[in-house]
């Protein structure tokens, strides 16, 4: 009798421990769910005090921790490995429009990178999304004639970004100029999909001075600036004026300060408009961080109190045309990639979109 007391009271216990340790385990996995972070949504991992930090961080603060987090090795082990898709055989989508639109508006791409980031960053946008630009140049401070990359007259690091980019359109300018009829620039943690950027700006006359990019508005610049992390597209007169202009320090600053500020102020004094890049339904194209989190929200403070179109997420924010993505590691850059150029849900035939603005009204 008292074997039996004994077991049932064992049997208790451990009954008892086990529903304890699964109360646990579901008490915490909901905390850390309910702590979702703009961190979560880009894949991060690191691990990120609380989200309360994250939000509170400012922009050099912020792309600083998210540029330690990429070079963490991906979930798999090991730095993220190329992806050689060559299964174009199995598809059979119709894409003359692209093609035809490819010939008619033609793309200089030219990332912004360096020598650390080659192998790590650069080499997957060569591999992805920079093979349908119609011409594709990586920016550095040192030349590399094997990748190869444009070594510029600068000094690595942020605090360098602005004479970067100035000295990377003003090479683009004098070697490439009748190359292209449209010039962006982009970072190595970029994803452009090239096809909807020529859609967007075939509404438009490169000859007029204009460029495209997502807007930010601060006090001391009513006109706004394109996020430098989203990239952003110059007209051919753009290019032309930066270029031929931008020498002159009374109107541009050439080194410190934000870069795409900077730029963006530089050629708000020359008379080149920043237009709205956003599709006919008011949602954005060009987009600072990746689906998730514009999907989900969870912005930090500087974006909340920067973005022209209202920080907002879901769905209806983001455009059926996306143009671009910031903050993509390697790993997720080829992930894109699949979902982008080769997942297909069958029976599912998607038709052209009227997306771009009426430029009529």
Not at 131 to 136: A, E, G, P, S, W
Not at 151 to 179: C, I
Not at 305 to 318: C, E, P, T, V
Request: glycine share 8%; proline share 3%; aromatic share 10%.
């Amino acid at each position: 009798m008292a074997m039996k007391r004994m077991t049932c009271g064992n049997l208790q216990f451990i009954l008892g421990l086990a529903l304890g340790i699964t109360a646990s385990f579901m008490l915490t996995s909901y905390r850390q769910m309910s702590q979702s972070s703009v961190m979560v949504h880009l894949d991060s991992r690191e691990h990120i005090k609380s989200n309360q930090d994250l939000h509170d961080l400012d922009e050099h603060a912020f792309h600083e921790m998210m540029e330690k987090n990429q070079n963490i090795p991906s979930v798999g082990g090991g730095e993220a490995k190329a992806v050689k898709f060559e299964d174009e055989h199995a598809h059979h989508d119709d894409d003359t429009a692209a093609r035809d639109l490819a010939k008619k508006v033609r793309v200089l791409v030219w990332v912004m990178t360096g020598p650390q980031n080659l192998d790590k960053k650069a080499v997957h946008v060569r591999n992805t999304w920079g093979k349908r630009v119609n011409k594709l140049l990586f920016m550095s401070s040192q030349w590399n004639s094997t990748f190869p990359t444009i070594g510029l007259n600068v000094s690595e690091g942020r605090e360098h970004l602005t004479a970067k980019t100035m000295q990377a359109f003003r090479y683009v300018y004098e070697k490439h100029f009748d190359e292209a009829d449209w010039f962006m620039k982009a970072d190595d943690d970029t994803y452009l999909i090239a096809e909807n950027l020529r859609y967007m700006l075939s509404s438009y006359d490169t000859n007029q001075p204009i460029y495209f990019g997502h807007i930010f508005h601060v006090k001391d610049m009513p006109n706004g600036y394109a996020s430098g992390g989203g990239g952003y597209v110059l007209s051919k007169e753009a290019l032309r004026r930066l270029a031929t202009q931008g020498h002159n320090t009374s109107i541009c600053r050439q080194d410190g300060g934000s870069e795409d500020k900077e730029v963006g102020r530089c050629m708000t004094r020359m008379g080149i408009k920043l237009l709205q890049s956003v599709d006919r339904l008011g949602r954005s194209r060009f987009h600072c961080f990746g689906p998730e989190t514009h999907l989900q929200g969870g912005y930090p403070e500087w974006y909340l109190s920067r973005d022209a179109n209202g920080a907002k997420k879901g769905l209806d924010n983001i455009s059926d045309y996306p143009i671009t993505f910031h903050y993509i590691h390697s790993a997720k850059m080829y992930a894109l990639e699949y979902f982008v150029y080769h997942l297909r849900p069958f029976g599912i035939l998607s038709k052209p979109q009227d997306l771009n603005l009426d430029l009529k009204h």
